[in-house]
């Protein structure tokens, strides 16, 4: 049995998405665990400004990987067509 290459393609852009997904899960975590841990330094009375500079720096990222998903969507999508057509 052959495996198509379009096969192949469409499985690898899947793969692609699956980790962009996974990467945008890892980036939220780590920007709500930044964000309680202001939020207890806010309580206590503590300013920490790296931890303000490093969740800006995290949503910063995470509008990147949005687009980067968005991409991998469209090119998903347009290897669904090429395949069924």
Not at 19 to 37: F, L, N, P, S, V
Not at 48 to 73: F, G, H, M, Q, T
Request: proline share 1%; aromatic share 12%; charged share 40%.
């Amino acid at each position: 049995m052959t495996i198509n290459a379009e096969v192949i393609a469409l499985d690898d852009s899947l793969n692609h998405y699956a980790k962009i997904c996974k990467e945008m899960g890892r980036t939220d975590e780590k920007i709500e665990g930044y964000k309680a841990d202001v939020y207890l330094d806010q309580i206590q009375g503590i300013s920490y400004d790296p931890l303000r500079y490093s969740i800006e720096k995290l949503k910063k990222y995470r509008a990147e990987l949005e687009d980067d998903k968005a991409r991998a969507e469209k090119d998903i999508y347009q290897r669904f067509e090429h395949y069924y057509s």
